[in-house]
């Protein structure tokens, strides 16, 4: 390790990364200093169970992973990423029912419908006219659009609750619960405003490409990230949990891609009160409790159609998934918890061996919570896949303690940098014309705790660069959507 550097980076995660890769390119002379002995944060592909199944220890599904400009910035697929489309982005099953599957066009999705099918499509198409550039625009802090009239319309729709969309747009339940399971990626209450921003954000997302898993597992997505940091020179140093600013080499700036409260601890010592205060009051919201299977075949869903997707919302009507969501945010433990099933091993076949499958399932918890929610989550699958637990092989379980003590961003098993509510989404981690900037001029925080938060993309990281590089080396990034615009 040199003794001064440009830039120095905390934390290898997607975002910082995607920070390290872009500075590099820049010709930055670039330090990644990481807790972990490996590299990825909720990147990170592992044999959990038994041997020859490779589980997705945090993020397995990349619905924006796969359509990131920061990521298309980095050319991550001429970086070894392969991206695994299914043919349908969520299978939705209900009681009695066929389930409901999001794919396709809105036309199809909305041909399982039924009365809601021209509600649907009215909803939905609107927002594929110009696909890359509100993407973009969703993917981004507040500031001019791109795409304003179109922003408005989404920003019109989606300030509302998921529960004042579905029940305002649909007359049918199918069309209702499928909402509710998109929108429920927000961990909060259907109730509460800007929740139908999330159910759209992924159901629009589904209709511009099948959410996909990254072949070989979502670690395959860092080891791009990587392949590009290492062809531009980037330094890494693992297995270093940083509690200081002191313990980092000199540099120019340092880009932290920590939570709130660990840029507090790390950075105490030059930060005003003020802004420790603003960070101390910072929400992280529910944790996280995960179940990950070997399984001796694929889930005996009653509809096998279930099979198509790679991701199935297991909660059954909005109802339901709305009750539970509230719940778990009440500081409850739902008997009926809503869950995120994936199935990595029916698109990408080196997941496990010949005929066996992976299976990867959560629900969200009380933070810092340490129940069990094996039995609740298992009976859940039970209720739409009867035989579900004959074919478990092998369990492994992560408590939120356990996601905390794997990442130390992941305070109390939150997994999605905090709170994403009307009060934390724009303006976290706290009220800054920049918000990746902190009154020392040299630090910035570059996590999924500022906009636009959660999720595998990189874009926090993309605009923590940007910000670094235009105040200190007067250089300017630009996004290849902007580039092309600008060229025609
Ligand atoms: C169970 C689960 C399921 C998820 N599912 C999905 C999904 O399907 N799709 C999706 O897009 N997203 C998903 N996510 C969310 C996604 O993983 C995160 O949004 C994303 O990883 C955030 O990236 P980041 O770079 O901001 O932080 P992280 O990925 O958290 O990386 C932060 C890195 O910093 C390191 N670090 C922290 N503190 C220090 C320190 N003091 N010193 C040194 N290093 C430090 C950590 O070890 C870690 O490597 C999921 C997360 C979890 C846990």
Redesign the pocket.
């Known amino acids: 390790m040199a003794d001064r550097y440009d830039a120095v980076v905390?934390?290898?995660?997607?975002?910082?990364l995607t920070a390290a890769a872009l500075l590099a390119r820049e010709g930055l002379g670039v330090l990644v200093?990481?807790?972990?002995e490996d590299l990825?944060?909720?990147?990170r592909t592992r044999e959990l169970t038994l041997p020859g199944f490779r589980h997705d220890v945090?993020?397995?599904?990349?619905?924006?992973?796969c359509l990131s400009p920061a990521f298309e910035l980095l050319e991550l697929t001429r970086h070894g990423l392969r991206w695994q489309h299914p043919p349908a982005s969520v299978a939705h099953p209900l009681d009695g029912e066929q389930a409901v599957l999001l794919r396709g066009s809105p036309a199809e999705t909305g041909a399982e419908l039924g009365a809601d099918l021209a509600s649907y499509r009215g909803l939905i198409e609107p927002f594929l006219a110009r696909p890359r550039e509100l993407i973009a625009d969703l993917l981004a802090p507040l500031g001019l659009p791109r795409q304003p009239l179109l922003l408005a319309r989404f920003g019109w729709l989606g300030l509302r609750s998921a529960r004042q969309l579905a029940f305002g747009r649909f007359q049918g339940e199918a069309a209702r619960a499928l909402f509710a399971g998109c929108a429920a990626h927000a961990v909060q209450p259907l109730e509460h405003a800007l929740t139908a921003a999330f159910g759209l954000t992924f159901a629009v997302a589904g209709h511009i490409a099948a959410w996909p898993v990254a072949r070989g597992g979502s670690q395959a997505i860092a080891d791009a990230l990587l392949r590009v940091c290492r062809e531009h020179g980037v330094e890494l140093s693992v297995g270093?949990?940083?509690?200081s600013l002191r313990e980092l080499p000199a540099s120019r700036v340092v880009l932290l891609?920590?939570a709130p409260r660990?840029l507090s601890e790390?950075a105490g010592e030059v930060l005003p009160d003020s802004f420790r205060y603003e960070l101390s009051r910072y929400r992280m919201g529910p944790g996280?409790f995960?179940l990950d299977f070997a399984l001796d075949g694929p889930i005996p869903w009653l509809d096998e159609r279930c099979a198509l997707a790679s991701t199935v919302h297991v909660g059954g009507t909005f109802d339901e998934i709305a009750a539970a969501e509230k719940a778990t945010w009440d500081g409850e433990h739902p008997a009926r918890p809503f869950v995120m099933v994936t199935q990595q091993s029916h698109f990408d076949e080196t997941r496990a061996p010949a005929g066996k499958h992976t299976g990867y399932a959560?629900c969200h918890v009380p933070n810092g919570s340490s129940h069990d929610m094996t039995a609740a989550i298992e009976g859940q699958i039970e209720r739409f896949a009867p035989g579900f637990r004959e074919r478990i092989l092998a369990r492994h379980r992560l408590f939120p303690r356990d996601?905390e003590a794997y990442?130390?961003?992941?305070i109390g098993g939150a997994?999605?940098?905090g709170v994403a509510d009307a009060g934390q989404l724009f303006t976290r981690p706290s009220l800054r014309l920049d918000p990746y900037s902190t009154p020392d001029p040299r630090l910035y925080l570059c996590?999924?705790s500022t906009p636009p938060g959660?999720?595998?993309?990189g874009m926090?990281?993309f605009y923590a660069a940007r910000s670094a590089l235009r105040r200190h080396f007067g250089k300017r990034l630009q996004l290849p959507v902007d580039t092309a615009r600008a060229s025609t």
């Open positions: 905390v934390g290898a995660g997607p975002n910082g200093v990481e807790a972990s990825g944060g909720g990147l945090c993020s397995a599904v990349h619905t924006m992973g270093r949990h940083v509690r891609d920590v660990q790390i996280c995960k959560y996601f990442n130390p961003s992941y997994v999605t940098g996590s999924q959660g999720g595998v993309h926090c990281g």
